[in-house]
């Protein structure tokens, strides 16, 4: 277990702004003032401080939000997105040209396997995808493509919650001179990707760190030449491509990021609460906080210490229409919502195969272990989970009738 403590890290900035706001004003303006012309010359070259150019490079209020994730990730920088998968696409994007390789994980977000098995081939880009849970299959697939700039992959990933081993995974990136890039949606603050050894970490913030399904949202977050270089006026991905995230949603975002580490107590708590649960009624579950899971002792070495195992979990019902069905009465029952997403105050769950991992297909879903009865859940901050624990199981019962 880690000592870093990502809350504290952003509990000590200085959040007021210049008229000593507790919360920094929001940055209402697309363009800003240089009080002399150079100045405006020099920070479109990037050699100056505290000058604003244009929002869709940088932002007062983008960058209160930034700094709280660099210090949550302990990085030295951090930029924010329209959407967790404009994040995710920009940092790819960023480190490849035509002729490179990427590796990623078997297992990731369906969106994201989506842009690296088909929309990358326009670019020349091409992508394996490997069983991270086994270290030799990274290395072979290194050694078969040279080219590799990139190796791939979620910290826990999605949807089976598997964790993915963030030092060794860095070792090989770094043994070829390529990057490792982490998606860390699931687990923030629990795991700290870059202290790990990654280079880049990525979030979806719609999930998680905003926890309000309010509005879309992402995070990359790294060193600050990578940080400087993605916003670089003439060569910068994220400077070029444009996915900015509006002014206006970071200052929301930045407000919901000061209760994550109470969010993302609770929500573990929760989960492990039904775990146990769904352990002593017989239920087929699966969660990592809990001794039987296969990266059970790999999750403790690799963890902050505090935030527990994190608040996804799923139960397999064996079947497509078993899953529906319990769903839908889950639903009726008012145990939460059967919607895609997660990371909200209240539980959501949704049939992985049918619904966020559908854009990977069958032959691959069954490859990583994937069942068609698969029901994920985001679970929520309920105050009595014994209480949703029992509709749960009523749902279940109800639903074989
Ligand atoms: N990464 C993970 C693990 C996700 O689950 C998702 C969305 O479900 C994304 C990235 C994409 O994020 P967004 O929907 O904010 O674009």
């Given at each position: 277990m880690n000592k870093f403590d990502p809350a504290t890290a952003i509990q000590?900035?200085?959040?007021?702004?210049a008229c000593r706001g507790v919360n920094p004003s929001?940055?209402?303006?697309a363009t800003f003032t240089f009080p002399k012309a150079h100045l405006m010359t020099d920070t479109f070259h990037g050699?100056?401080?505290?000058?604003?150019?244009?929002s869709r490079h940088w932002n007062p209020s983008n960058l209160s939000l930034c700094n709280a994730l660099a210090a949550m990730e302990g990085t030295e920088m951090a930029w924010c997105t329209g959407s967790g998968l404009a994040a995710i696409t920009c940092a790819l994007l960023h480190e490849v040209k035509s002729g490179d390789h990427i590796i990623s994980s078997m297992t990731t977000y369906g969106g994201t396997f989506a842009f690296m098995a088909n929309y990358l081939k326009k670019f020349n880009v091409t992508c394996s995808f490997v069983n991270f849970q086994n270290l030799d299959a990274v290395k072979a697939e290194v050694a078969k493509y040279p080219q590799t700039k990139v190796l791939y992959t979620e910290?826990?990933?999605?949807?089976?919650?598997r964790i993915a081993n963030i030092p060794e995974l860095a070792k090989i990136a770094h043994g070829i001179g390529a990057k490792l890039i982490v998606d860390n949606t699931f687990t923030p603050m629990i795991f700290s990707p870059y202290r790990l050894g990654a280079d880049v970490v990525v979030y979806s913030?719609?999930?998680?760190?905003?926890?309000?399904?309010d509005c879309v949202a992402g995070a990359i977050c790294g060193s600050a030449e990578y940080i400087n270089s993605l916003i670089?006026?003439?060569?910068?991905t994220c400077m070029l491509l444009g996915p900015v995230l509006d002014p206006m949603r970071s200052s929301s975002i930045l407000k919901n990021l000061h209760t994550l580490h109470i969010r993302m107590q609770k929500h573990s708590e929760n989960a492990m609460y039904l775990a146990k649960r769904f352990k002593e009624v017989g239920f087929k579950y699966n969660y990592p906080?809990?001794?039987?899971?296969?990266?059970y002792e790999l999750f403790k070495s690799m963890m902050n210490d505090g935030?527990?195992?994190?608040g996804m979990i799923s139960i397999d019902m064996g079947t497509a229409d078993a899953a529906s069905k319990i769903m839908e009465i889950m639903q009726e029952k008012g145990v939460?919502?059967?919607?895609?997403?997660?990371?909200?105050?209240k539980t959501l769950f949704s049939n992985s195969g049918k619904s966020?991992?559908?854009?990977?297909?069958e032959d691959i879903q069954k490859e990583m272990g994937m069942s068609e009865g698969l029901i994920r859940f985001s679970v929520?901050?309920?105050?009595d989970i014994e209480a949703t624990f029992q509709l749960i199981k009523e749902s279940v019962e109800e639903s074989r009738k």
């Amino acid at each position: 277990m880690n000592k870093f403590d990502p809350a504290t890290a952003i509990q000590r900035l200085d959040g007021r702004d210049a008229c000593r706001g507790v919360n920094p004003s929001i940055s209402d303006s697309a363009t800003f003032t240089f009080p002399k012309a150079h100045l405006m010359t020099d920070t479109f070259h990037g050699e100056t401080e505290g000058y604003f150019l244009y929002s869709r490079h940088w932002n007062p209020s983008n960058l209160s939000l930034c700094n709280a994730l660099a210090a949550m990730e302990g990085t030295e920088m951090a930029w924010c997105t329209g959407s967790g998968l404009a994040a995710i696409t920009c940092a790819l994007l960023h480190e490849v040209k035509s002729g490179d390789h990427i590796i990623s994980s078997m297992t990731t977000y369906g969106g994201t396997f989506a842009f690296m098995a088909n929309y990358l081939k326009k670019f020349n880009v091409t992508c394996s995808f490997v069983n991270f849970q086994n270290l030799d299959a990274v290395k072979a697939e290194v050694a078969k493509y040279p080219q590799t700039k990139v190796l791939y992959t979620e910290t826990m990933n999605n949807p089976l919650l598997r964790i993915a081993n963030i030092p060794e995974l860095a070792k090989i990136a770094h043994g070829i001179g390529a990057k490792l890039i982490v998606d860390n949606t699931f687990t923030p603050m629990i795991f700290s990707p870059y202290r790990l050894g990654a280079d880049v970490v990525v979030y979806s913030m719609t999930k998680f760190i905003n926890g309000k399904n309010d509005c879309v949202a992402g995070a990359i977050c790294g060193s600050a030449e990578y940080i400087n270089s993605l916003i670089d006026v003439n060569n910068g991905t994220c400077m070029l491509l444009g996915p900015v995230l509006d002014p206006m949603r970071s200052s929301s975002i930045l407000k919901n990021l000061h209760t994550l580490h109470i969010r993302m107590q609770k929500h573990s708590e929760n989960a492990m609460y039904l775990a146990k649960r769904f352990k002593e009624v017989g239920f087929k579950y699966n969660y990592p906080g809990l001794p039987e899971h296969p990266d059970y002792e790999l999750f403790k070495s690799m963890m902050n210490d505090g935030y527990g195992f994190g608040g996804m979990i799923s139960i397999d019902m064996g079947t497509a229409d078993a899953a529906s069905k319990i769903m839908e009465i889950m639903q009726e029952k008012g145990v939460g919502y059967l919607a895609v997403s997660l990371g909200y105050f209240k539980t959501l769950f949704s049939n992985s195969g049918k619904s966020t991992s559908s854009e990977v297909p069958e032959d691959i879903q069954k490859e990583m272990g994937m069942s068609e009865g698969l029901i994920r859940f985001s679970v929520g901050l309920d105050n009595d989970i014994e209480a949703t624990f029992q509709l749960i199981k009523e749902s279940v019962e109800e639903s074989r009738k």
